[in-house]
């Protein structure tokens, strides 16, 4: 079997290849970034070639696909790999409101993926928590809105600006300042700063638009009410939200743990008891890197027909939000040697 990464050097693309090597020990790697390098990962060098090289005609064919590359070069490059016969899940923006490709929560919608799919687009790195957590409880009590607001850190956006974050906020917290005088007004580092991407005429973001329109697509519920505000802390990797939900019905609060703690109800979901969040962080989600951590939930007392709770979700953007999710969508074409990547 012949795998190939695009945007190798990443931070996606790096976790991507950890994972391949469970999933698929055996298989052969081809490695693409944006200029021929030399990758070393933990302790192991990679050759990486230039992704342009696909390009030549004599470029050679394959299995499978990761593209982990911004929007305008999975443009460039995803229909090149589809040519090449390779089966593709891109991580990127580009496809997601395609009605034509199919947007997979694995655990959530992976079943729509048969052999006739080619390509597959990996959510938004919020949107793939979220929506393991409503699923089991949707089916159990109904779905009707959803209210959340993320706390999302700087590794979603990227190597580049991770390194500057850590950076930065290394030279600030040394200075020891109670005010935070040290660090830049619109950086990540000591701050906290709207997610403000692409704002347009609506008010909302292009990652709170992405948070509701994909919510949307993958739980097929196109007039879900959804709505969201997401913001970046200083936090390096893990992505925490915190959502009000709605359900048709009254939601019995032991029924929904036991739901959410049964794997074959809630895959790749941990579901952590206790109102107080003990062992619910972006912290505590590095330490367990493919599972959706779910607990505080709680009714909301502003509703008196207990049809609303409040649920806090937490994530590993790079992990679950991404490399993991893409690698448990091609389990559907290629089994998974490890088990806790085979999707259902
Ligand atoms: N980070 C997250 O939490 C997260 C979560 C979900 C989805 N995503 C999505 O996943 C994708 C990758 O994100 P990331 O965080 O891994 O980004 P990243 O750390 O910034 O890595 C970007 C990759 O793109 C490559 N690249 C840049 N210019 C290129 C070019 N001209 N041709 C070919 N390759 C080029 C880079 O190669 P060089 O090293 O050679 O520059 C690098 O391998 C993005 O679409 C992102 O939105 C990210």
């Keep these: 079997m012949?795998?190939?990464?695009?945007?190798?050097?990443?931070?996606?693309?790096?976790?991507?290849?950890?994972?391949?090597?469970?999933?698929?020990?055996?298989?052969?790697?081809?490695?693409?970034?944006?200029?021929?390098?030399?990758?070393?990962?933990?302790g192991k060098s990679y050759e990486v070639l230039g992704a342009s090289r696909l390009e030549a005609q004599d470029a050679p064919r394959g299995d499978l696909a990761?593209?982990?590359?911004?929007?305008?070069?999975?443009?460039?490059?995803?229909?090149?790999?589809?040519e090449l016969g390779?089966?593709?899940?891109?991580?990127?923006?580009?496809?997601r409101t395609d009605p034509k490709v199919p947007l997979v929560a694995a655990g959530v919608n992976s079943s729509i993926i048969?052999?006739?799919?080619?390509?597959?687009?990996?959510?938004?790195?919020?949107t793939i928590p979220l929506t393991l957590a409503l699923s089991p409880l949707r089916r159990e009590f109904g779905l009707s809105a959803v209210t959340v607001s993320t706390y999302q850190a700087v590794s979603g956006a990227g190597i580049a600006a991770l390194d500057a974050f850590l950076a930065d906020a290394r030279d600030g917290?040394?200075?020891?300042?109670?005010?935070?005088g040290p660090f830049k007004l619109s950086g990540y580092a000591g701050n906290v700063v709207p997610h403000n991407g692409g704002t347009d005429e609506s008010g909302f973001s292009s990652e709170e638009r992405k948070l509701i329109f994909e919510s949307r697509k993958i739980l097929a519920m196109p007039e879900l009410g959804v709505s969201a505000q997401c913001c970046r802390v200083a936090v390096a990797v893990g992505h925490y939200e915190n959502?009000?939900?709605?359900?048709?019905?009254?939601?019995?609060?032991?029924?929904?743990?036991?739901?959410?703690?049964?794997?074959?109800?809630?895959?790749?979901?941990?579901?952590?008891?206790?109102a107080a969040g003990e062992g619910l962080s972006a912290l505590h989600?590095?330490?367990?890197?493919?599972?959706?951590?779910?607990?505080?939930?709680?009714?909301?007392?502003?509703?008196?027909?207990?049809?609303?709770?409040?649920?806090?979700?937490?994530?590993?953007?790079?992990?679950?939000?991404?490399?993991?999710?893409?690698?448990?969508?091609?389990t559907r074409w290629f089994k998974s040697a490890d088990q806790d990547l085979q999707a259902p």
Aim: proline content about 5%.
């Design 2 to 42: 012949r795998i190939c990464i695009l945007g190798a050097t990443g931070l996606v693309g790096r976790e991507t290849i950890t994972l391949i090597a469970r999933a698929w020990p055996g298989a052969t790697l081809a490695l693409f970034a944006s200029r021929d390098q030399e990758l070393t990962l933990d």
């Design 66 to 82: 990761f593209v982990a590359l911004d929007d305008e070069h999975s443009k460039r490059y995803v229909p090149r790999l589809l």
């Design 86 to 95: 390779y089966r593709v899940i891109d991580k990127s923006n580009t496809y």
């Design 114 to 126: 048969d052999d006739s799919v080619r390509l597959v687009a990996n959510p938004n790195c919020t």
């Design 173 to 180: 917290y040394q200075a020891l300042d109670r005010l935070g």
């Design 243 to 274: 959502a009000w939900v709605t359900f048709e019905r009254p939601v019995d609060l032991e029924r929904a743990a036991s739901l959410l703690s049964d794997p074959a109800q809630a895959p790749y979901v941990k579901y952590l008891p206790g």
């Design 285 to 330: 989600c590095v330490q367990d890197r493919d599972r959706a951590l779910v607990g505080r939930i709680r009714p909301d007392a502003r509703d008196r027909d207990r049809k609303t709770v409040c649920i806090t979700v937490v994530g590993d953007n790079l992990r679950l939000g991404a490399a993991t999710n893409a690698v448990r969508i091609a």
